[in-house]
């Protein structure tokens, strides 16, 4: 007795109409096999050609969008606790009895800054051994702490002054942005050579100028310190200043440079992260310097 599971037209040996057995037809030739081989791998390629192309996850390679997307990933991290500390500095805000001048809770300034400063320097030592995107992520949380505690500040002093900062600090990215995308500037050894002495220069003085204001020496008793010096009637700190926002647009222009090689140099995907964070460290760098000229020229009027 033959077994059941046999029974299945697919283990049944065909047959004609009248019940007779019918013979299998020979393979086909050599030459159409080959045809339809290849038919077969025009279909494929076909379909590969129509296929989307492989972004950043499939490739895990660094690329302009991906890198976009997580530097839009950051500065949103940084707007968050930017509004924290808005709103922290805003309820602390009071008025000196004795001497009249305005006070605040300054934990969220400072926090912030010194939080921000060395995060800052811990992922610029270290990314060379290894990338870590949460320090980078800390670092924009710590910056928009502090960016919000200065702009609160400032804006209750000067109203309208943060408003004025974000627009022109805007500017300049988009127009740096946009000279870049056109291949009208570009980095250059020579001009790397400059800002970076210039670069020193201006820490040097920012560090010099802090320590005077700290421990109150005359010549740095203004708001400012030695930027509130007038040099020809021009408070030193719009010189200063309009030469920071030209540092800080060709600083924007390597961050913009290091990006374009990095996705040339097919680098992995995790770089993107330190793209997103040249370009923060700058554009806060930026707002901060026009800030502080916008107040340097409201408090002259």
Known sequence: MSNFAFNNPAFQEPRSGNGASTQYAPPPPPSAQH??????????????FAAPPAG???????????????????????????VA???????TLYIDPTT????ADLTPWIVGALGGFVLALVVTFTSRKK???ALIWAYAAFEGLFIGAISAWFETIFPGIVMQATLATLAVVGVTLALFASGKIRASKKMTKIFMIAMFG???????????????VPMAGGAF??????????PLGLIIGVLVVFMAAYSLVLDFDQIQQGVRNGAPRKYGWLGGFGIMVTVVWLYIEILRMIA?????D
């Open 56 to 82: 950043a996850i499939e490739t895990d390679r660094m690329t302009v969008e991906d890198t976009i997307w997580k530097t839009v990933g950051l500065f949103g991290i940084l707007l968050v606790t930017a």
């Open 35 to 48: 045809a339809a081989a290849d038919a077969a791998a025009n279909a494929q390629l076909e379909g590969m």
């Open 225 to 234: 310190g030695m930027r509130s010096i007038e040099v020809a009637g021009i």
């Open 100 to 103: 009249g001048q305005l006070g």
């Open 202 to 216: 201006y820490l040097a003085f920012s560090v010099l100028n802090l320590i005077l204001m700290w421990v109150g």
């Open 85 to 91: 500390g808005w709103m922290w500095t805003m309820s």
């Open 296 to 300: 340097i020229l409201r408090g002259s």
């Open 131 to 133: 990338v870590r995107p």
